[in-house]
């Protein structure tokens, strides 16, 4: 199971930073995926981390202002959120891609075998 948290109302600009913590065992053989829906929009993916950690991946709408990041020892994902923007605001949601070592990191939803419950972000402009 995957549970998220560190959302929150925030002003436009400011900073946010969710975590993920996985119950389950072999987190570390999982690729993590941050996704975010906004009402009446589909589920878009956001950021993507490979089971070590080295490599990551961003939509374009996000690069340079969110960072993925992982700590396998904690089984949790994190998403630092920077420059927040009101387009920001949506549901978002973690997610957990059983991969092996070289496969590529899943940026969509079906690609994900687990989700998290997800929490809610709002900027205000």
């Known amino acids: 199971q995957l549970q998220a948290s560190g959302g929150g109302l925030v002003q436009a600009g400011g900073s946010l930073r969710l975590s993920c913590v996985a119950t389950?065992?072999?987190?570390?053989?999982?690729?993590m995926g941050w996704f975010r829906q906004a009402p009446g929009k589909e589920r878009d993916f956001i950021a993507g981390i490979t089971r070590s950690g080295v490599t990551t991946t961003y939509a374009d709408s996000v690069k340079g202002r969110f960072t993925i990041s992982r700590d396998n020892d904690k089984k949790t994902v994190y998403l630092q959120m920077n420059g927040l923007l009101p387009e920001d605001t949506a549901v978002y949601y973690c997610a957990a891609d059983w991969a092996i070592t070289s496969a590529p990191i899943g940026r969509t939803k079906s690609e994900y075998d687990h989700w998290g419950q997800g929490t809610q972000v709002t900027v205000s402009s």
């Open positions: 389950g065992p072999m987190f570390s053989r999982y690729h």
